[in-house]
């Protein structure tokens, strides 16, 4: 794999990441409009596959195999749950912790995770050991997250204390 081409899958991933808080935000207005974050959880996957739909069709892209459907295990199906519950719940936190600290405190658990399904191997993933260097980035990142988080709150403490 070429450096240039690794440069455009990570920016690519950046971008990704960079959509998260933007979706949230927009997400938890349509939650005011429509009452109820699964209102809004429901809008927000119907425009998902309102704006899928002719991009598949505009591919031209073949029906999927309905021997894989039928004989898929029920695991490989989940992962549109795990998409209600993460939008649900950024509809619900985002307005109370802030687009920072819901994103900080989100890809906290979005690490930690990874280390596990990677260390794991589980779902098809590369089996990636738990490093000490692995373990320190992590640490990092959620030190980050407390700093995201609370470190307005821990200035003005330790302003006040001295």
Not at 10 to 18: D, H, K, N, P, Q
Not at 48 to 55: A, E, K
Not at 137 to 142: K, M, Q
């Amino acid at each position: 794999m070429g450096s240039l081409y690794y440069a455009g899958l990570l920016m690519l991933a950046v971008i990704a990441g960079a959509v998260v808080p933007f979706q949230s935000a927009i997400n938890a207005n349509l939650t005011r409009g429509l009452g109820h974050p699964l209102w809004a959880t429901l809008a927000s996957l119907l425009v998902s596959v309102l704006v899928l739909l002719p991009i598949i069709l505009a591919l031209r892209l073949p029906l999927p195999s309905l021997g894989f459907i039928s004989k898929a295990p029920l695991w490989m199906w989940t992962g549109g749950a795990f998409g209600v519950v993460f939008i649900s719940l950024a509809l619900v936190l985002l307005p109370k912790l802030g687009a920072s600290g819901f994103i900080a405190l989100a890809l906290a658990g979005q690490v930690v995770a990874s280390l596990l399904l990677d260390h794991l191997g589980w779902f098809g993933l590369v089996q990636q050991q738990v490093t000490l260097p692995r373990l320190f980035g992590a640490l990092l990142l959620i030190a980050g997250v407390v700093l995201i988080q609370f470190g307005d709150s821990m200035g003005k403490a330790l302003a006040a204390a001295g």
